[in-house]
Nanobody, 126 residues
Framework: QLQLVASGGGLVQPGGSLTLSCAAS????????IGWFRQAPGKEREGVSC????????NYADSVKGRFTVSRDNAKNTVYLQMNSLNAEDTAVYYC???????????????????WGQGTQVTVSS
């Protein structure tokens, strides 16, 4: 059974850093593009970042460019989201998603992703 598990969330002070992980089981991650999304209370789920199957293509939302870095280790079947210079606006539940139909450049359009993890809470607060 295909499963994604997001982890690494927590409470961090403004300006701090966190690294989220998205671990896959039941399938080989290197056949899938991976997207990271987040949903703050009362807001729509938004695309944050994505990475192509082999990692050659990445995209970021304007709000996180220069602060977040997505990477993948297909040998470990895991994708990471390194988040630096966090601020209160980054507080949300973060989700990872996978889709095997995305080739070439990845997309942060949530409708393009078929498989979703359960989410991990990130809270930025002093």
């Amino acid at each position: 059974q295909l499963q994604l598990v997001a982890s690494g969330g927590g409470l961090v002070q403004p300006g701090g850093s966190l690294t989220l992980s998205c671990a896959a089981s039941g399938f080989a991650l290197d056949y899938y593009a991976i997207g990271w999304f987040r949903q703050a209370p009362g807001k729509e789920r938004e695309g944050v970042s994505c990475i192509s199957r082999r990692g050659g293509s990445t995209n970021y939302a304007d709000s996180v460019k220069g602060r977040f870095t997505v990477s993948r280790d297909n040998a470990k079947n895991t994708v990471y989201l390194q988040m630096n210079s966090l601020n209160a606006e980054d507080t949300a539940v973060y989700y990872c998603a996978a889709d095997g139909r995305i080739f070439g450049s990845c997309t942060t359009a949530r409708g393009e992703y078929e498989y979703w993890g359960q989410g991990t809470q990130v809270t930025v607060s002093s």
